[in-house]
C-alpha cells in the first residue's frame, strides 16, 4: 500500500524568505506526485506534478519541487515567499497503474507567512 | 479548471438524518471523487465512479454511499448521519486521458456539521 507523510505540520516564515515543505512517500511500485494548495475556505488547487521526465518540477506561483527516487521524497521548495503564500499545501501521491487515478494525500504542511 | 458545484455549501443536520451532497461537473470528465477533510488527516477517499452507474469503495466508505446516474452528477449520501461524519465534503473530477493519471479538479467543499 501506499502512503505520503508530510513531515512538518506547521510552517511559520518571514516574507521573501526561502521555504521547503518536505514530503516522503512509500510506494513499492512507480508513482506519481502532485503538490496541491488549499487558501482558506476554498477548495485545493493544484500547485504541481511529476509523471515522469526531469525531476525538477516547475509549478505556478513561483513553486518547484524536486523528485528524488532514492530517497522516496517529493519536497517543495520557493525562493521568496508572499504573504499571499499562505494556505494549506498538501503532498499527494498516486500509483502509476492506477486506472482509477485514486490519489493518496499526506496529512498537510500549514505555511504561514509573516511580514 | 473544471467547471465544479457542490451543493448545498453549508448544511447542519442532526446525527441519524439522511443527508444528500451533490457535486456537478461540466467538464463530461469520466472519473468523480468525494473526500471528507479533517484535520490531521489531509484529504481521505471516500467513494468514486469511473463511469455513469459504476462506482467503487475508498478508504473510509462506511456510513456512506453514492451514485451517479449521469455523467454530470455525482452524489454522495449518509444514510443516517453521525457526529464523527461531521467534514468539509469535496468532490472532485479526472479526465484520465488514455489511462493515465492525470490532475485532478476539486470542487468548492461542503461544510457538513450533525449535531
Known amino acids: 500500500a501506499q502512503s505520503v507523510t508530510q513531515l512538518d505540520s506547521q510552517v511559520p516564515v518571514f516574507e521573501e524568505a526561502p521555504v521547503e515543505l518536505r514530503c516522503n512517500y512509500s510506494?513499492?511500485?512507480?508513482?506519481?506526485l502532485f503538490w496541491y494548495v488549499q487558501y482558506p475556505n476554498q477548495g485545493l488547487q493544484l500547485l504541481l506534478k511529476?509523471?515522469?521526465?526531469?525531476?525538477l518540477v516547475k509549478g505556478i506561483n513561483g513553486f518547484e519541487a524536486e523528485f528524488n527516487k532514492s530517497q522516496t521524497s517529493f519536497h517543495l521548495r520557493k525562493p521568496s515567499v508572499h504573504i499571499s503564500d499562505t494556505a494549506e499545501y498538501f503532498c499527494a501521491v498516486s500509483v502509476s497503474n492506477n486506472q482509477g487515478g485514486k490519489l493518496i494525500f499526506g496529512q498537510g504542511t500549514e505555511l504561514s507567512v509573516k511580514p | 479548471d473544471a467547471g465544479i458545484t457542490q451543493s448545498p455549501r453549508h448544511k447542519v443536520t442532526e446525527t441519524g438524518t439522511p443527508v444528500t451532497l451533490r457535486c456537478h461537473q461540466t467538464e463530461n470528465h469520466r472519473y468523480m471523487y468525494w473526500y471528507r477533510q479533517d484535520p490531521g488527516h489531509g484529504l481521505r477517499l471516500i467513494h468514486y465512479?469511473?463511469?455513469?452507474?459504476?462506482?467503487d469503495k475508498g478508504e473510509v466508505s462506511d456510513g456512506y454511499s453514492v451514485s451517479r446516474s449521469k455523467t454530470e452528477d455525482f452524489l454522495l449520501t449518509l444514510e443516517s448521519a453521525t457526529s464523527s461524519q461531521t467534514s468539509v465534503y469535496f468532490c472532485?473530477?479526472?479526465?484520465?486521458?488514455?489511462?493515465?493519471?492525470?490532475?485532478?479538479?476539486f470542487g468548492p467543499g461542503t461544510r457538513l456539521t450533525v449535531l
Open positions: 511529476y509523471l515522469s521526465g526531469s525531476t
Open positions: 465512479s469511473y463511469g455513469v452507474k459504476d462506482t
Open positions: 510506494s513499492s511500485v512507480s508513482v506519481y
Open positions: 472532485a473530477t479526472n479526465g484520465l486521458a488514455g489511462g493515465r493519471t492525470d490532475t485532478q479538479y
